[in-house]
């Protein structure tokens, strides 16, 4: 057993955006006895959260279910659809973008690094006409892939996915695109299909509010004929035995069953929830967020309020003010831990998650932690971020979850 020096009264407040607070629900229902992976329930539970998470990618195509964190996914997408020395086209939003370029060059790939420079990059989504540009002139098509992050956690800043799909027909290049939204899915709207994206990378430790452990790659029949040619080297990560598997609800190797239960549990929630409504509450928590931020006389680090990110809101610290301290202070005070700030942004900002089963309550607990924190800090605040906040709620109050009267 742990043994903490210190037993603070209530529940530690994991604000980070990933891993998000796990329901009740989710915890009890990954307590079921685990099954025979190739008995005649587990075919059952494999078929039925097969066909659900096919519903939260907004997809009718296979996605396929990895035992692995959100990175082992990165590299799946990577190593099925692609071949040695590939040129490929990674745009960078953040931090998050950084690791999966630096996976592509571990891998043997060529990865371009398209992006604005400096920090300003980090502040705004991918520019979709600087990747059309791009593509326009790789006239011999030699780029074969375009990676973009959804959502960049690092950064709290949420792409134009459609605009990219947009942008490579635009420039009429058979690229394929692969998009992570480890940390968009089921928190801000996606949809795999209808965008054309070719490779969706997801985890489970942020909106599905499981905790972390497994990993998806939605997939397109483009992809899928890609991987038929792809060569580099690729065995537990390969598609074609899992998918084919998986017709029947089993995979290849031992499944995380007790994760899948969890999954299961999680896709009703949000399936009970409905999905609009769940993407309307991270944007009405995220709004409330800003206003505080704003109310307090900080930044949020996304500069563009076209993409600000419905799941988390990075807030930067004034000058001179090392937001890891600040950090520190909170956690030990009120047992809140707060997202560090990444790369570039070392000590610049924290970052404030309110997704997954985030709700006014657990919000407002949240900034009130903040502005505690901020003030013992010793940082000037310019006002009252909480007031603001509910403010904020308040005048949101249409499309505030209520609970249903019992008839
Ligand atoms: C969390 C995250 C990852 C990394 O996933 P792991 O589960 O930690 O391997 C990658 N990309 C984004 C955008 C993330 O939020």
Not at 34 to 58: C, M, N, W, Y
Not at 173 to 200: F, K, M, N
Not at 334 to 360: P, Q, T, V
Request: aromatic share 6%; hydrophobic share 45%; with cysteine.
């Amino acid at each position: 057993m742990l043994t903490l020096d210190f037993h603070p009264a209530g529940r530690h407040f994991l604000q980070i955006p990933g891993p998000s607070p796990v329901p009740d629900r989710i915890l009890r229902a990954m307590s079921y006895p685990t099954i025979d992976h190739r008995g005649p329930e587990f075919g059952a539970l494999g078929l039925k959260v097969l066909s659900g998470i096919q519903k939260i990618f907004k997809t009718t195509q296979p996605v396929i279910i990895y035992p692995a964190s959100g990175t082992g996914a990165w590299e799946a997408a990577l190593s099925n659809t692609l071949s040695p020395g590939d040129h490929v086209l990674m745009y960078e939003t953040g931090h998050f973008a950084t690791l999966w370029k630096k996976m592509a060059e571990a891998l043997g790939l060529k990865p371009e690094f398209l992006g604005l420079p400096g920090i300003e990059g980090w502040r705004r989504g991918v520019q979709a006409d600087m990747i059309e540009a791009r593509l326009r002139d790789d006239k011999n098509h030699s780029i074969k892939a375009v990676c973009v992050v959804h959502n960049e956690t690092s950064t709290g800043v949420t792409s134009n996915i459609a605009a990219v799909r947009k942008a490579i027909d635009a420039a009429g290049h058979p690229a394929l695109l692969l998009v992570d939204t480890i940390s968009g899915l089921a928190s801000a709207d996606y949809r795999h299909d209808e965008w054309g994206v070719d490779v969706t990378v997801s985890g489970s430790q942020k909106g599905l509010m499981l905790p972390p452990g497994i990993s998806f790659n939605a997939v397109s029949q483009k992809a899928i004929e890609a991987s038929k040619t792809a060569k580099l080297p690729r065995a537990f990560w390969g598609w074609g035995e899992i998918i084919e598997m998986n017709k029947t609800g089993y995979w290849p190797y031992t499944p995380n069953t007790n994760l899948l239960y969890a999954l299961h549990e999680s896709i009703e929630m949000i399936l009970g929830e409905g999905l609009d409504n769940v993407f309307a509450r991270h944007q009405r928590l995220a709004a409330a967020c800003r206003a505080a931020v704003q109310a307090w006389g900080l930044e949020v680090q996304c500069a563009d309020a076209a993409v600000y990110s419905p799941v988390l809101t990075g807030v930067m610290t004034p000058e001179g003010v090392d937001a890891d301290v600040v950090r520190k202070v909170i956690y030990e005070r009120f047992n809140m831990s707060l997202g560090a700030a990444l790369g570039k942004m070392k000590g610049r900002m924290f970052r404030i998650g309110h997704l997954g089963e985030a709700n006014d309550l657990t919000l407002m607990a949240t900034l009130a932690g903040c502005e505690m924190g901020l003030k013992l800090a010793g940082i000037k605040l310019a006002g009252s971020g909480v007031t603001a906040a509910m403010e904020s709620l308040a005048t949101n109050e249409q499309q505030a979850p209520r609970l249903k009267k019992a008839s």
